[in-house]
């Protein structure tokens, strides 16, 4: 049985293998392939057709050039977000157990239950955010959305104790680790956000008296795509559209290692964050600290669940509102040693705790990492009557060790990121008083631009604010002791905002300069007006800068020295080294730039004297010449809004609105021009005024690199020297002014050797350079092509791009560009609907998905639609149906159209079965190029496929121009000759007015004209035929009837259902869903229903053609009636005969002896007939043979003859013969 | 309901035109309230209100609502349609003042601007056409706005008071800008001019041209002044006279200058040699304060680096306009985004006055309005 079974193999003589075989083959033969054939008979492969030739040229070519992309600028940020993948698969399948799988593989934690996204560090550049997409349309769409990878299928073989065998999981995350991605048009260009974090920060008080009010709540995520602004648009799938109040970008809570010099991974590095499941790392915001307690299993976050944790219970959480949260969300410390004390106060005492510090020297960052799990924090913390202080001071526990208190050992670094937190929190704060957060802004980005220099080395800036200008110093102290005084008595806005200010002062090791960030322009002013001592305070604010100057100096000056020895430099150091300062100026200038002017005195500047008048000098020309521009901007002139001149006059009349405000005011009605004019112009005959300008002419000096003299006499220098080869002269090139000078040093001071020697190495460098350059330019950038340079331009810009802000800190750094890609931010927003978080599913996924301008807007989007071929009905105009575009998922009322030729968009009922037709929907406007997807349902499972239909976004517009056709009939009541009088086509006189002219048709195919309406009946008109019409005839005319779309947008809000029931979202019903339900049938028209065909027969005239024209006829047209037999008369007719039996007899006996007699003839004639042939074939045998017999008597006769013949010749010759002889 | 924008509240009617022209691009309503709410003649003026008549002809479902005084401008913008277009502009101001807001909207409409404008072609207020001609033009061609159909034609000339004049101005659409990167704004090497003159005699033309040679010679020899003399329909409804001149440098950069003569009974008569000398000033105060862009089209510039890829654009500019101010604040309430001003100091080299180096990434703003096929 088994042999029967087995094929005989069967060799392949075609496919990849056979043909693999044959050359195998052809090669072990020595025949060689193709490339041997050519060169081994060359003139078989020569050019047979010139045109031929061309047109292969020409389809390779073809063929090369379509490979190309137009190539896009490179935008993926340095640092990418971890990559979104998905797991999805039916239920019961082993999703969850992958991910447990693979974050296990990963990261070697085990998760007991994955709920939303899991973050972990894969590789050393990668990371990667595992979220489970469950059985759920709406989940599958929107992860769809935000997935990078997503549609990939693996196999693999069964489990082993309820998990997946470990090579597979190790295969599959290697997979993943190194996958490449396209990326897509619509993330790279959106902003978005897989949220792994909600928090809710309404105020208790309220859902306490409303349950149903909106909320307020943060969520946090890594961002992706594109560069998210603040107070931008964004859409929640599932949700609704929001404006973002508020983002701030936090510490990355699972960053990537940041020595990359390691093969693999330590497995400190192998991070694994996920909130919703109840891991993460510790994480500080404004809100509360989170601690994961990794190494066992997950737990919740601290603040959610009590845990009995004994590193937890010294945890302090506030559950008060949200402003006492927030006023006093500041220690939160583990410690089970020092309780928390106000001695703790005075010395900013800091909390400590164990932690591994990782120092980047190329940076000077500090990175540190606060281990909780078995090592024991220690620390204490301090309780200040300032909120912000002792949150900023709590907040520090991260510094290594307890002396820290002694102000010097600030570790910099992470005060900088939790102070940035807390800024944010101040900012609002500063919001909620009094809605002036345009100024704050524009200033802590100032100040955060400074602070970025400064950043490492504010100890020094400690102790100098300290040593040198100790005046201040206590100034500062004195004030933030009258202002935290302030603050206890009441929670004013005033405070809040002159708290900064008296902060830096304070705690001078603290950053000064980044907490001022909250001393917003206009705050600054709102402290003099509260302090009432603006002299004072502006000679404070400048004696800051001025520290803050020396900062930077000296930031310079110790860069060399190490950091921690950098406090026992005091001024001496750099009052002996002014030359360097003098270069260093410049430097500082650029800080400078941003600096406030507004309180600009030069006394204040005098202590700079000592230092190097040169500096002072700069410094001031720097601040006279440079107005800040920024901050005249930006910071100091709100928009000239009646609501802010309102609030500010609210604030109790401790502010006065100010200046710029009131002169903007003043100008707000003047005169709308963009000319700028010149107020004070200069006099142009004055030869100095004339020589400002001259090098703006090329008629003017050049600069070094561009003057052609210059750059004449450097190629002389570098080309100049060359010798004659025939003749053997050497030609020196003139010596150029280096050498020269060079001679001159020689002369001198025989001593600088080495500089010598350097401008020598320089000048041959130079040359070689140059050299070089030109060989490049000559061979390699000949045949660069227009694709190269666009490439090249491309990547010149992505340089640009990434190398702009690069040096700028991050604080001021998403002023400009907005939040970048890779950041962990938090965001903020309003109004959310309380389901939102009443019926939060961790399951599911949040996105934020940022809209662009006007993508808020709604209008008409025209799209391209085709029904999906796997899809079972057609779809219908009218019925109401879900998108998923962009970020959204709406219901809304398409219309499906066809174009025309002629661009007319002709309503169609049905979408076509087979072919893409246009669809319009009234609904949020989406860029063009976007992809949709239509279902018809979202809620529940259905058996079959539900994806309808797909396509893309054409055209949006306000207005549509779809029309369906109209035919209107009419029918004539008088006819004259090519003209009729047509009536029941329209109802008016009026409604005829507007169609004259128009074109009409009877149904028979005649055309014609409206003419005119007629007085009576009413609607009638006369028209004009090309022939003349019956009674019966139908008029029709086709118009063509614009029609309008139902403005229905509904966008699906699947998320706000309760937990379990979030897919059984159902929407707007279509019609005949309705129809169905309460099931009423559709009332057929009688007209319309079939019925059996019966047909009448037909019954046909005869031909009846006039006398006279049968007359007219020619002979052979006329009818030709032949005349009938007339019949024969009766005397004519002979009687019938009637016989006798006897007679009978005889006749039927005549008849049977003719019938033999007839046989016999018969057969006689057929016996005479062969008889015959017989007889004809004999004769003619007989004659066959006589005529041989005389064909050969003839024979012979002639031959005798002959014979006879050549006889008588030969007589006769011989005859002749002898005659002759 | 997708939530509509959320509208921005201003007062008074400066600034009316940015307002209007950054609601339509950025899709927010605007609302504008005490429009001369003080003033004895309250409310919008006749060419305010033919700015907005522009607005609605090259926008389709925009929704304009004034309150009875015409103190009070509701404008929720619809999206740029474009097409051809005529429009009969108010002779209370120049072409350029609407002109210059086309500038702005126009690369971005559905179907390409093919516009005609009547009215006044050059006045004292406004700049006009022949400037923005000259360097309007060629900086939105940095921005890759370049075709052949893209020009600015003057058919007439019209001189206010009266009027008449007509310009044709054609714009191709683009669905996204080119990023630039001009800090380097080059050295000046030609200087060209228009004189014109309508309703007066040819000769004031050559007048002027002498004049503004006398001071413009002592910088640069390449100097040529033409003289365009309208006669006829051409000539517009008011005589008038004046000089515009534009600086061209190496690396394309225009920088311009204008006068015109005071308008028919207005001000005293104009000695044709003064109003020459005197742009020729104006030119080198253009020249002093220098940039890659001149200062009537910083915000036109600042815009269209706004409207770009998100990608790095930088342009060296001259001083600030308070126009300019204005923009860049306006640019931020509507489009969040700030601009990096860096201000570069003139040195030891004769270049002028100080400079701003402004930066900014671009939103990533694309056509809404243009079909795809």
């Known amino acids: 049985m088994e042999a029967k079974d087995q094929k005989k193999h069967r060799k392949k003589n075609s496919g990849p293998k056979a043909e693999k075989k044959k050359k195998r083959h052809l090669q072990a033969l020595q025949l060689g392939d193709e490339e041997d054939a050519r060169k081994r008979n060359p003139k078989a492969f020569a050019v047979q057709s010139a045109v031929r030739m061309a047109r292969s040229f020409h389809r390779t070519q073809d063929l090369k050039t379509k490979k190309h992309h137009i190539p896009v600028v490179d935008r993926t940020p340095l640092e990418p977000p971890p990559i979104v993948v998905v797991v999805m698969g039916p239920p019961k399948v082993g999703k969850s157990t992958l991910i447990q799988c693979l974050i296990r593989n990963f990261t070697r934690q085990k998760l007991t239950e994955i709920r939303g996204p899991v973050t972990i560090v894969s590789g050393k550049k990668r990371r990667l955010t595992i979220i489970e997409c469950g059985c759920d349309i709406n989940m599958m769409i929107d992860l769809a959305k935000v997935a990078d990878l997503g549609a990939k299928l693996f196999y693999l073989s069964g489990m082993v104790h309820g998990e997946y065998q470990n090579q597979e999981i190790h295969n599959l995350g290697r997979f993943i680790t190194v996958m490449k991605f396209r990326p897509l048009t619509w993330q790279t260009s959106h902003p978005y956000i897989l949220a792994d974090r909600m928090e809710d920060l309404t105020n208790p008080e309220d859902i306490r008296t409303n349950i149903k009010c909106d909320r307020k709540v943060s969520l946090y995520g890594y961002l992706r795509g594109a560069h998210l602004k603040n107070k931008s648009q964004i859409h929640m799938p599932g949700v609704g559209d929001f404006t973002v109040s508020d983002v701030s970008f936090l510490p990355d809570p699972c960053a990537l290692p940041e020595q990359q010099k390691k093969r693999c991974l330590n497995e400190k590095e192998k991070l694994v964050y996920a909130p919703l499941s109840g891991v993460g790392g510790v994480l500080y915001d404004k809100d509360a600290v989170y601690v994961d307690l990794g190494g066992s299993h997950g737990f919740q976050a601290l603040d959610e669940v009590g845990s009995t944790h004994e590193l937890v219970q010294s945890l302090i959480s506030t559950h008060s509102t949200i402003d006492a949260k927030m006023a006093s969300s500041r220690v939160m410390l583990f410690s089970d040693s020092k309780a928390l004390g106000s001695e703790d106060i005075d010395n900013q005492g800091l909390l400590m705790l164990k932690e591994e510090k990782q120092m980047d020297l190329k940076t000077g960052r500090m990175r540190r990492k606060a281990i909780f799990g078995d090592e024991d924090g220690s620390g204490d913390s301090d309780d200040e009557d300032d909120d912000e202080m002792s949150e900023d001071d709590g907040l520090e526990y991260g510094s290594s060790d307890e002396e820290a208190e002694e102000e010097e050992n600030a570790e910099v670094t992470d005060e900088y990121m939790i102070a940035k937190g807390i800024k944010r929190r101040k900012l609002e704060e500063l919001e909620e008083d009094s809605e002036v957060d345009l100024p704050a802004f524009a200033d802590s980005d100032d100040d955060l631009e400074k602070s970025s220099a400064e950043e490492g080395e504010v100890e020094e800036a400690d102790e100098s604010s300290e040593e040198e200008d100790c005046s201040s110093g206590e100034r500062g102290i004195s004030g933030s002791k009258a202002v935290g005084e302030g603050s206890k008595a009441e929670l004013s806005p005033s405070n809040h905002q002159s708290d900064p200010v008296n902060l830096e002062k304070s705690l001078p090791m603290k950053k000064a300069a980044l907490t001022t960030s909250d001393s917003g322009h206009c705050t600054a002013e709102e402290v003099f007006a509260s302090e009432d001592d603006s002299e004072e305070s502006s000679s404070l604010s400048i004696e800051e800068e001025n520290s803050e100057n020396q900062e930077a100096l000296r930031k310079k000056l110790l860069k060399p020295s190490q950091v921690g020895s950098g406090q026992k430099l005091g001024p001496r150091n750099f009052i002996d080294e002014t030359s360097d300062i003098e270069d260093l100026l410049k430097e500082e200038e650029d800080y400078k730039e941003e600096k406030n002017d507004s309180t600009e005195t030069s006394g204040a500047l005098k202590w700079k004297e000592d230092l190097s008048r040169k500096a002072a000098e700069a410094f001031l020309r ?75 002419f090329v008629t003017g000096k050049w600069e070094d690199d561009k003057d052609a003299a210059k750059v004449l006499a450097e190629d002389e220098e570098l080309y100049g020297d060359f010798e004659d080869l025939e003749t053997g002269d050497v030609h020196k090139g003139k010596s150029g002014p280096i050498t020269q000078n060079e001679d001159v040093e020689k002369e001198v001071k025989e001593e600088i050797d080495p500089n010598e020697e350097e401008s020598a190495k320089k000048k041959h460098l130079d040359k070689k350079r140059k050299l070089k350059e030109m060989f490049d330019a000559e061979y390699d950038e000949g045949e660069s092509t227009y694709f190269d340079d666009l490439k090249g331009e491309m990547q010149k810009q992505a340089q640009l791009n990434r190398a702009e802000f690069e040096d700028q800190d991050d604080e001021a750094r998403v002023q400009y560009e907005g939040f970048r890609p890779g950041m962990y931010v938090r965001v903020e927003i309003e109004n959310v609907p309380c389901e939102f978080v009443q019926n939060f599913d961790p399951h599911y996924p949040i996105i934020l998905g940022g809209l662009g301008n006007s993508e808020g807007n709604v209008g008409y989007v025209q799209m391209r639609l085709k029904k999906h071929r796997w899809y079972k009905k057609i779809l219908k105009s009218r019925d109401p149906i879900i998108f998923s575009v962009g970020w959204r998922r709406f219901q809304t009322i398409p219309l499906y159209y066809i174009e025309d030729h002629n661009g007319r968009q002709r309503l169609l009922k049905y979408t076509p079965q087979h072919m893409h037709c246009g669809a319009t929907f009234w609904g949020p406007i989406t860029p063009q190029g976007t992809g949709f997807l239509a279902i018809q349902s979202v809620s529940g499972i259905m058996p079959d496929f539900r994806i309808a239909a797909t396509g893309v976004v054409l055209d949006l517009d306000k207005s549509i121009k779809i029309v369906k056709k109209l035919k209107l009939t009419g029918f004539p009541y008088k006819i004259f000759k090519n003209t009729s009088f047509i009536k029941g086509m329209f109802n008016s006189a009026l409604e005829v007015a507007k169609f004259e002219g128009a074109m009409i048709r009877t149904v028979s195919g005649i055309r014609g004209q409206i003419k005119k309406a007629l007085r009576a009946p009413e609607g009638a008109f006369r028209a004009s035929f090309e022939d003349k019409l019956l009674m019966s005839d139908i008029v029709f005319m086709r118009t063509w009837y614009p029609v309008s779309i139902p403005a229905f947008y509904n966008p699906v809000t699947s998320l706000l259902k309760p937990v379990g029931e979030k897919d059984t979202w159902s929407g707007m019903r279509t019609t005949g869903q309705l129809r169905l339900a309460h099931g009423i049938r559709l009332k057929a028209n009688k007209d319309s229903l079939y019925k059996p065909i019966l047909r009448q027969k037909k019954h046909f005239n005869s031909l009846h053609i006039p006398k006279a024209l049968q007359k007219a006829l020619p002979f052979k047209n006329k009818p030709k009636t032949q005349a009938k037999a007339g019949k024969v008369p009766k005397d004519r007719r002979r009687p019938a005969v009637v016989r006798e039996p006897h007679e009978r007899k005889i006749l039927a006996l005549l008849d049977a002896l003719s019938t033999v007699h007839s046989q016999k003839m018969k057969k006689a004639k057929e016996q005479r007939h062969l008889h015959n042939k017989e007889h004809f074939r004999a004769k003619q045998k007989e004659e066959e043979e006589k005529l041989k017999r005389q064909k050969d008597l003839r024979k012979k006769l002639f031959r005798i003859q002959g014979q006879k013949e050549r006889r008588n010749q030969k007589s006769s010759l011989k005859g002749a013969e002898g005659q002759l002889q | 309901m997708a939530t509509q924008a959320h509208s921005l509240s201003y007062a008074g009617c400066n600034f009316l035109r940015q307002r209007l022209v950054l609601s339509t691009l950025s899709g927010r309503p605007v609302k504008i309230r005490k429009i001369r709410s003080r003033d004895d003649n309250p409310g919008l003026r006749d060419f305010e209100a033919s700015f907005i008549r522009l607005l609605d002809k090259i926008t389709n479902g925009s929704r304009i609502e004034i309150n009875q005084t015409g103190t009070t401008l509701y404008y929720q913008p619809g999206l740029l349609c474009g097409g051809s277009v005529e429009h009969d502009c108010s002779v209370l101001r120049g072409i350029g003042y609407y002109l210059e807001s086309l500038l702005c909207l126009a690369p971005f409409m559905k179907h390409p601007l093919k516009i005609v404008l009547r009215g006044v072609t050059n006045d004292q207020v406004d700049p006009s056409v022949d400037v923005l001609k000259a360097t309007a033009l060629p900086l939105l061609k940095q921005f890759g706005i370049d075709d052949e159909s893209f020009e600015l034609k003057i058919v007439r000339r019209g001189m206010p008071p009266g009027g008449g004049g007509e310009v044709i101005f054609s714009c191709p659409v683009r669905k996204v800008l080119k990023p630039i990167q001009l800090t380097d704004p080059g050295k000046i090497k030609r200087i060209r001019g228009m004189a014109y003159s309508v309703r007066v005699s040819p000769q004031m033309a050559n007048r002027i041209v002498d004049s503004a040679r006398s001071i413009l010679n002592k910088f640069i020899p390449d100097i040529y002044i033409y003289t365009d003399h ?38 005293a008569a104009v000695l044709p040699e003064d109003l020459g000398r005197n742009c020729a000033r104006l030119l080198l105060e253009e020249i002093y304060r220098g940039g890659c862009v001149d200062s009537t089209n910083q915000s036109l510039a600042l815009l269209l680096m706004t409207l770009g890829q998100q990608d790095v654009s930088k342009v060296l500019l001259g001083p600030l306009s308070p126009y300019t101010i204005e923009f860049l604040r306006h640019l931020k309430s509507f489009f969040q985004i700030m601009f990096k001003i860096e201000t570069k100091p003139c040195g030891e080299e004769l270049k002028g006055g100080d400079k701003v180096l402004m930066t900014c990434v671009g939103i990533g703003f694309s056509n809404l309005s243009k079909t795809l096929k």
């Open chain 1, 622 to 696: 720097q601040q006279q010449a440079a107005p800040n521009l920024r901050k005249l901007i930006y910071g100091t002139v709100t928009e000239d809004n009646e609501e802010d001149d309102d609030t500010q006059e609210e604030l109790g009349g401790l502010f006065r609105v100010n200046q710029p405000d009131r002169a903007c005011k003043h100008k707000a009605d003047s005169l709308d021009c963009s000319r700028f004019l010149v107020e004070a112009p200069h006099d142009w005959d004055l030869e100095e005024v004339m020589n400002s300008i001259r090098d703006c």
């Open chain 2, 230 to 267: 309208m006669k006829g329909v051409n000539s517009g409804k008011s005589p008038g006279f004046g000089l515009s001149l534009v600086a061209e440098t190496t690396s394309g950069t225009f920088l311009s200058a204008e006068l015109a003569s005071n308008p028919q009974g207005q001000g």
